[in-house]
């Protein structure tokens, strides 16, 4: 593996520590795609660093749990946006 993929991969892990990123918003920070950082995450990490790879992973699986209820928060807010003009 390229020495950039793997800073890039322990990079992305650090950042979605510290902020409790989702993939989305960590592909956007660092203008790759989601599934670049799903697979530098869940294959290359676990290779490079192997307790770093567990802890995003694990702030990854809770993102993932909680998906369904942020989605249906961003669907209400934009109707009672709507309600109100």
Not at 35 to 45: A, M, P, Q, Y
């Amino acid at each position: 593996m390229k020495d950039y993929i793997e800073e890039r991969a322990v990079e992305i892990a650090y950042y979605i520590i510290e902020h409790k990123a989702t993939v989305r918003q960590t592909a956007k920070k660092f203008g790759v795609s989601k599934s670049t950082i799903h697979k530098d995450v869940t294959e290359r990490l676990i290779q490079i660093n192997p307790s770093l790879a567990s802890e995003a992973r694990k702030i990854l699986d809770l993102n993932k749990s909680e998906r369904h209820i942020r989605g249906g928060l961003a669907t209400r807010e934009k109707y009672l946006h709507l309600e109100h003009r």
